[in-house]
């Protein structure tokens, strides 16, 4: 429990009492959001309108304590026992570890809310220096000569392991067709090949790595603070706000020719909210995420709401048209995509074991 005393960013949103910070009347019912790292400013704008507007409806006060870190580290905390009423993490597979892990959640908690529980999305984008002096356009300049390339670890970074799947269904793309890999069976041999492909593109790619930052956000501090790199790979929203949070850094926003659907998504903690009476006010909170006022503020925070008509006009001339492709469509789901390429035996493990060994030679 040690690793409690050191959350990557807890802070307390003392918004309680309908616009006053402590209510006269009652106690304010206190519930934790853990998070993953690039929804810090939304979930800051997010947590004062509901509290606001919970208060209003119910003429109860609520307080809102806020956890950020890598998405790994963060359901790695709730497994070890951060009490978190609600989890907002940048991929299923890290709130599944929480549900097969410790039972404080249904196996079916997916199912419970809408769009398979993830009421916003991004997509994976590049970010470049101005003038983009390297000329990276696509996927296949990453891996060029002399071209350094920034990306978080897989094995903590939920954003990491979505550019890693845009990366492979980039490389998959380059040797089939969309319509050949959703029929195709594991064991055809053209897909086999294509799969060779795309780790000989992945192992290449990670070679062009100088460092792996824990989370998404640290990796934009390297790129866009540290000066190192050439090209940041990075969640669409991350990228954005880079943009207006770091004028100074005149960064550029490159979107590749094709990407994958990113769906970060969103639970309760059943064992938690039934223990502290927080039910009521943990689904609210959720909830509150599809409203048409949760969708407007996830499109004013850079992530695609899934009901754009939400969104102003402004915000919703930020998000480009592009080629998405799902997780489903070219890795099944989160289970079969963790254990291909993010187990221990998995991909990624063996690529940068590779990438070691031949340093070493």
Same mark, same amino acid.
């Given at each position: 429990m040690g690793g409690l005393k050191i959350l990557l960013t807890l802070t307390l949103l003392l918004c309680s009492g309908c616009g006053q910070f402590f209510s006269d009347r009652a106690p304010a019912v206190e519930i934790m959001n853990v998070s993953?790292?690039?929804?810090?400013?939304?979930?800051?704008?997010?947590?004062?309108?509901?509290? *606001?507007? #919970?208060? *209003?409806?119910?003429?109860?006060?609520?307080? $809102? !304590?806020?956890? @950020?870190?890598?998405?790994? /580290? %963060? +359901?790695?905390?709730?497994?070890?026992?951060?009490?978190? @009423? $609600?989890? =907002?993490? +940048? !991929?299923? #597979?890290?709130?599944? +570890?929480?549900?097969?892990?410790?039972? /404080? !959640?249904?196996?079916?908690? %997916? =199912?419970?809310?809408? @769009?398979?529980?993830?009421?916003?999305?991004?997509?994976? $984008?590049?970010?470049v220096r101005s003038g983009n002096p390297k000329n990276i356009q696509d996927w296949g300049d990453l891996i060029k000569v002399g071209v350094e390339v920034i990306t978080p670890n897989p094995l903590t970074s939920g954003g990491a392991r979505w550019n890693y799947l845009a990366a492979w269904g980039y490389a998959l793309l380059q040797a089939l067709d969309e319509d050949q890999l959703s029929r195709l069976s594991e064991d055809d041999p053209l897909l086999q090949e294509a799969e060779e492909k795309a780790f000989a593109f992945l192992s290449a790619l990670f070679r062009n790595v100088p460092v792996l930052d824990s989370g998404a956000r640290g990796a934009t501090t390297t790129f866009a603070r540290r000066g190192i790199g050439d090209v940041l790979i990075t969640w669409e929203n991350e990228a954005l706000l880079a943009l207006k949070s770091l004028p100074q850094e005149r960064l550029e926003i490159v979107t590749p020719s094709v990407s994958i659907l990113t769906e970060p998504t969103v639970s309760l903690v059943d064992e938690v909210i039934d223990k502290r009476h927080t039910r009521d006010v943990a689904q609210a909170y959720l909830e509150g995420l599809y409203s048409p006022e949760g969708q407007a503020l996830a499109a004013r925070h850079y992530f695609r709401p899934r009901e754009m008509q939400h969104a102003s006009p402004e915000d919703r001339d930020k998000f480009p048209e592009l080629h998405l492709f799902t997780l489903e469509e070219f890795f099944g789901d989160w289970q079969k995509a963790h254990e291909k390429h993010f187990s221990p035996a998995g991909c990624f493990n063996r690529l940068y074991a590779m990438r070691y060994a031949n340093q070493e030679k």
């Open positions: 993953y790292d690039p929804t810090r400013e939304f979930y800051r704008d997010y947590n004062a309108w509901f509290t *606001e507007n #919970y208060c *209003e409806g119910s003429g109860e006060s609520v307080r $809102v !304590l806020q956890s @950020h870190g890598s998405s790994g /580290k %963060q +359901a790695r905390f709730v497994i070890d026992g951060l009490e978190a @009423h $609600v989890v =907002t993490l +940048a !991929l299923a #597979y890290d709130i599944d +570890a929480i549900s097969s892990k410790t039972g /404080k !959640l249904p196996p079916d908690w %997916q =199912t419970r809310l809408p @769009h398979g529980s993830a009421p916003y999305t991004s997509t994976i $984008v590049f970010l």
